[in-house]
Structures are given as structure tokens and as C-alpha cells.
């Protein structure tokens, strides 16, 4: 259920920022929004603009590649996707879709990212 779940993304957090305090990841926490998405679903497109990360609680996804070698990568429940882009400003470098029934993700926005580096 959604407490397991909210375990589970502070020790994320935990993880991404090792010298936090409890208090940092509990405010960090209240920082993200909860989405639901089910198969097929596209997270975002590749080229378009990096505005947030996400962690991936629940579910599975795929990252692909548009290009002629069409590299594909499975992402599991505990990754985080786009802090790459989120950190450099850069476009999206690749396609990601739900590959499960469903997913479950948490998403921090460019907003509320940079009221944490600041």
C-alpha cells in the first residue's frame, strides 16, 4: 500500500542524499506528487524539455531510444529517472514508457527541485 511505498522513497532519499537529516527527507518528501500510469503509457518523449525527475516505486518501465539501433533499457521499482537532465538543463535523451499494468511514480518538479538547491 501507499505506506510501504513512502518507506520505500525516503530510503531513496536516504540514499540520494546521504548527509540529510531526518527532517530534510520528510520535507523532501512532501515535495513530491504521486502519479499513476498504466501500460503503454508515455512517461515523456525524447527531445522534449527535462522539467522533472521521478522515482519509480512500483511498476516497470522502459527507456528507449529513437534512433536506428533503437537501444532499449527496462528500469525496476527504486530508480530514478531524469535527475541527468534536470541537474544540466539538457532534453530528454530518451523515450520511457510503462511496461507493467501499471506504475506507480513520484515526481519533483524543476520548481520545487530548485527550492532545494537554493
Known sequence: ?????????????ETLCPGATPEDI?????????????????I?????????????????LISSLD???GATETIYPGSTIGELGLINGTERL?????????????NLSREKWETLIH
Open 1 to 13: 500500500g501507499q505506506m510501504m511505498e513512502e518507506r520505500g522513497v525516503k530510503l531513496f532519499l
Open 44 to 60: 515523456w518523449e525524447q527531445g522534449s524539455a527535462s522539467n522533472n525527475l521521478k522515482l519509480l516505486v512500483c511498476g516497470s
Open 26 to 42: 520528510t520535507h523532501l518528501c512532501s515535495l513530491l506528487s504521486r502519479e499513476k500510469y498504466h501500460l503503454g503509457d508515455i
Open 94 to 106: 530518451t523515450t520511457v514508457k510503462v511496461l507493467s499494468d501499471e506504475a506507480v511514480l513520484y
Open 67 to 69: 534512433d536506428e539501433n
